[in-house]
Every structure is written in structure tokens, then in C-alpha cells.
């Protein structure tokens, strides 16, 4: 690929995990190929990270919707007119032909009047879709009032009406009308570069909510595995979690298990829940509190299995192909969109994370499972026969690709 103009744009340019974790690395990896890289950010833009790489930074100088007073968070996540005027400016003063623009996060100040600024760029500008907040009022297809993954057409009457909100009504209403400003700039989709997903799962519901198949692409995430050496899986026997402590990850759903199950567990990570977790006399599940990401493979090399038990549907659960890579077998709620890949490839297995009896199952059901098979399991996952993620040198590849898909559709389209 010839050297390249990135305009990244993202909420905040402190890198704090998700997707702005994921927009620095590829800021990083851009810059060692060779390309210019420019750092089109929400907030005030003092990045370390951004100024050792040499990226420019073209800072709004906004502040995050938790941040902001009650009323001006209301107005500005569902109209900053600010940033859009910053965006527009630079389009206007600084555009090439050549230029592409990346979208990774705009939800917490950006808002979706960024969509305004880049509607001249359009077809050059890629939506990175690191949640389903471009379908989705609340942004995970989930009834959290019922505590059910959520079927509905987006905007819809049914969608509308119905009180999914993880707060309050009044909120999932300020939702909608965020949502039907997004669309408004967004449409169907087939005037942009396109929109990328994480896994072909969440192609469907994004088509639920109105957006064309062909205006969506997939490019998995990179992963990293825990460990570099298989881990022998089938020698242990406890199981681990990794992440979050946090009702929505279903850790009180796992701890629970647990206890009932009596399977020795360990929970790595830190939360809110933590407190109430450790307050329980029986000692199971332990818990590790927050450890560096370098760090977990020494947690994970003596479990059998992973769990992850999250309520809601998790687009691309890391932990699961991070596990996988690593020889570890996984346990995983049926909510998760790799759930199918898990069991259809013999990874592991899967579970209700909302019916007790299922989980319970899931867990003394691969605890009794024969050494041999967890091995093969393990064995599987390890080899690199079936693929949940890309390696950093390819998620950068396909990211490449769409930039010379996107330039070169529009070169066709003036011939």
C-alpha cells in the first residue's frame, strides 16, 4: 500500500482500553509503515502516546457526557455542534483526494453531528463499529429491565414503546432521539466507505436496524494470546474468568455457579462487585483484584477452562479467542456472537448465562469431561486451525485494504 493520509478520529486520546486502545495501536502501526497519521480528537488531546509516535492532534478540547452538567449532556451527546464545526474546518482547510478518515469512537463527545462534518468525505470515511451503538439505542441489543438479549427492529414502534434502558425511560427516550440523529446522517449506509465490524454475527443486526449488507465489512480484532506455550489444559482443575467484576459480565452469575457446583474458580480482575464477592465465607470463587494485562497469563496457565459469562450479547469477547490461542478451552454464554463458533468448532461449550440449571450443567459437564478430550480442545484452539481473531500485522493488512477498496471505488466511479 503507497503512503497514506489516516485522519483518525476518536473521543478521547488517552488510551483507557476499547476501542481507543485499539485506535492507538493502529495510529502506531500506521506510523512505523510509513503513512501520515492525524489524531482527530474530542478532547483536549494531551497524549503522551500520540506525541512519542509524532502524531498530529487536532484537539476539539470537549469534555465526556459524564463530565458535562445534566443539561449540557443532554443537548451536546445529541448535537455538539462544536465538534462538528472543528471536524468540518478541518475537512475544509486540510482534505485531499487521497485522505481517508476512520471513525473509532464518537458517542462520548463527538456526538453523531461528526457525521454532518464528514458527509462531503463520505465515501473515504470508514465507521468502525466497536459496539452496536450505530444500531442499537443502547448500544448491545439488550432488554436490560427483563435482563434478555433484545429482538426488536431498531426505532421501531415495539422498540420505541418498550423500556429497556439500564437507568430510567426518560433515558432510553433520549436514547432514541440520538439514535434517529445518527441514522439521519448515517441513512442506509451506501453513501460511505463502509462500515466495520468485528464479527460476521453482527452483520444481521445491523441490517435489522435499516443498514444495507453491502455497506458492511468484517475485520475481526487483533489477539494476543495469554500464553506462548500451549497450556496444558487438560492437567488442571479449576476454572478461571477473566475481566470485569460486574453484573452485566455475569460475574455473580459464574460466582453463584460456582458455590452451587463447587468447581474451584478464579475471578482475574477488579469491580464493583468485588466487595460483596469477597464478603461470601465460602472462598469460591477467589478473586485476584487488577492485575497488568501482561500479568494474566500466570493466572490463566493452571485452569481448565475460561469462562465468560456475559449477560448481554459481547460483539467480540477478547477473552474468548485470547484463551483460545492459548490452548484454553471456553465456557461461554449463549449471548456472546462467537458462542456458535465456540461449539460448532470444538472449542468448548456454551450455556444460558440466565438459567441457573445451564450453567451448572456447562460447568461439571467439562470438568468430567475425559483428560483426552479437553487436550483435543486445547490442542484445536492452540494449532491456529480455526481463527476468532487476526494477528496485529493483519487486523492493520485488512484495515489497509479498505482503504485501498474505498480510493479505488471512487477512482472507478470518475472514470
Not at 482475574?268 to 485476584?288: F, H, K, Y
Request: aromatic letters at 6%.
Amino acid at each position: 500500500m503507497s503512503r497514506r493520509r489516516i485522519v483518525i478520529i476518536n473521543d478521547m486520546s488517552l488510551a483507557r482500553g476499547g476501542a481507543t486502545a485499539l485506535a492507538m495501536m493502529a495510529a502506531e502501526d500506521f506510523v512505523a509503515r510509513g503513512h501520515e497519521v492525524i489524531w482527530l480528537c474530542g478532547d483536549d488531546g494531551d497524549s503522551p502516546e500520540l506525541a512519542a509516535l509524532g502524531v498530529e492532534v487536532v484537539a476539539v478540547g470537549g469534555k465526556t457526557l459524564l463530565e458535562l452538567p445534566g443539561r449540557t449532556a443532554l443537548t451536546s451527546g445529541l448535537m455538539n455542534t462544536r465538534a462538528r464545526d472543528v471536524v468540518a474546518r478541518f475537512i475544509a482547510e486540510r482534505d485531499t483526494p487521497e485522505t481517508v478518515y476512520h471513525t473509532h469512537s464518537w458517542a462520548q463527545i463527538f456526538s453523531p453531528e461528526v457525521f454532518a462534518a464528514l458527509k462531503p468525505v463520505s465515501q473515504r470515511t470508514l465507521i468502525h463499529a466497536h459496539d452496536m451503538f450505530v444500531a442499537c439505542p443502547n448500544g448491545v441489543y439488550m432488554d436490560y429491565q427483563k435482563g434478555q438479549v433484545c429482538t426488536r427492529v431498531p426505532l421501531s414502534l415495539d422498540c420505541i414503546s418498550t423500556h429497556c434502558d439500564k437507568r430510567s425511560y426518560p433515558q432510553k427516550v433520549w436514547r432514541v432521539l440520538r439514535q434517529k440523529n445518527l441514522r439521519r446522517h448515517l441513512g442506509d449506509g451506501s453513501d460511505w466507505g463502509g462500515i466495520l465490524v468485528l464479527h460476521p454475527e453482527m452483520t444481521s443486526r445491523l441490517t435489522r436496524s435499516g443498514y444495507r449488507a453491502d455497506a458492511i465489512h468484517v475485520v475481526r480484532n487483533p489477539v494476543v494470546p495469554y500464553a506462548k506455550e500451549r497450556i496444558r489444559a487438560e492437567e488442571n482443575r479449576k476454572l478461571v474468568y477473566v475481566g470485569r467484576l460486574e453484573p452485566d459480565k455475569g460475574t455473580g452469575v459464574l460466582a453463584e455457579a460456582a458455590r452451587r457446583t463447587g468447581v474451584p474458580t478464579t475471578l482475574v480482575g477488579d469491580g464493583p462487585m468485588r466487595a460483596g464477592l469477597e464478603a461470601d465465607a465460602s472462598g469460591n470463587p477467589t478473586i485476584t483484584g487488577w492485575i497488568e494485562r501482561s500479568q494474566v497469563g500466570g493466572y490463566v496457565g493452571d485452569a481448565r477452562a475460561l469462562v465468560m459469562p456475559s449477560l448481554h450479547p459481547e460483539p467480540f469477547a477478547l477473552v474468548i479467542a485470547e484463551a483460545v490461542e492459548s490452548g484454553l478451552p471456553v465456557l461461554v454464554a449463549d449471548t456472546a456472537l462467537m458462542s456458535k463458533e465456540v461449539e460448532q468448532n470444538g472449542l468448548g461449550l456454551s450455556f444460558s448465562p440466565t438459567d441457573p440449571a445451564s450453567i451448572d450443567a456447562a460447568l461439571t459437564r467439562f470438568m468430567s469431561l475425559p483428560d483426552d478430550q479437553v487436550r483435543a480442545m486445547s490442542e484445536k484452539g492452540y494449532s491456529g486451525d480455526v481463527r476468532l481473531g487476526l494477528s496485529r500485522s493483519e487486523w492493520i493488512d485488512a484495515q489497509e485494504a479498505e482503504y485501498d477498496r474505498v480510493l479505488a471505488g471512487i477512482r472507478a466511479s470518475a472514470a
